[in-house]
């Protein structure tokens, strides 16, 4: 019960109705018109792919957090994708500024069934990457010298960066980083884009839409979709989802869903963040798992 009241609180109406112009979207990419309504602003398809290349608010907006007193809620579960042993995992988090450090308190916290391993670290992949991008066990300083990290998680976050925060590249993604390539001249003809005007919450938004061609080679690419709104007055990102997707000795599907807010101070945050999918890689056992984190300035 508790689970679902979260999950309520999480998605709120105004994600649903970001996820249901996303799917509206990502159907129409091929119309002319959608098209020629941003043409009659005066923009062409490859200003927004500037946009796309050139971006840093979104970046700026989750670096924010590093300077802000908030709040966040986790609500997640997962599974094996064999001999599946579903697990639950909730909390309320807080995290406090005492400047040069953030440190984090974990207010309410619960799970069920195997979160945790006998050594109490986190048994499955997905809430480990969630866990290891969000909480702060220990204060952090700026200026201060603070543990080495770990190599393999140091990757693994360096890699999630680039494809949130520069999508596109893929440089950092061992034997498939060209297949998450979006703007080449290889990969350019096998996406769709589209682009229009649009207001949501009262923020009137240029929206970038990029799907992958129905007859692009199989396999060939990791990037099946990507919708970004970009503000108009300043260009900021206030919402981006993704549609990853690859079959082969690494499997994996993802979808991703970023909203951006502004707090009392005219700072821009990331509010909330949606993930589902699997993955499956040699040597790892393969997961299911999906997560709402939803995050609020502190009063």
Sequence with gaps: MRRNILSAILIGPAVLALAQITDDIAGYVTLDSVVVLAKQDGFEQDDFIRWMEEDTSLYAAFRRLRTM???FTVDWDGSYLKGKRPAQ?????????????????????????????????????????????????????SGGGQPHPNTGKSTRINQLKEII????????????????ELFS??????????????TVDGEQCFVFAIRLHDKAPKNKAVIQSM??????????????????????????????????RQNDHGQNYPARINYSGIWNIPGKRGE????QLHIMPAT
């Design 69 to 71: 007193d908030f709040v």
């Design 89 to 141: 995992y909730a909390a309320r988090c807080r995290q406090i500024m005492d400047p040069p450090c953030r440190k984090m308190l974990i207010e309410e916290e619960s799970h069920s069934g195997p979160v945790y391993k006998k050594d109490h670290s986190v048994r499955y992949y997905t809430l480990a990457t969630l866990m290891d991008l969000f909480y702060t066990p220990t204060p952090v300083c």
């Design 165 to 180: 925060f520069n999508p596109g590249s893929g440089q950092s993604m061992p034997f498939i980083g060209k297949k998450f």
């Design 185 to 198: 001249d290889r990969m350019r003809t096998w996406y769709q884009y589209a682009w229009y005007p649009q």
């Design 227 to 260: 919708v970004t709104y970009f503000r108009k007055g300043d260009r900021q990102v206030l919402y981006r989802s993704y549609h990853l997707k690859h079959q082969g000795l690494v499997i994996f599907e993802t979808k991703i869903q970023i909203s951006v």
């Design 288 to 291: 299911s798992g999906q997560f």
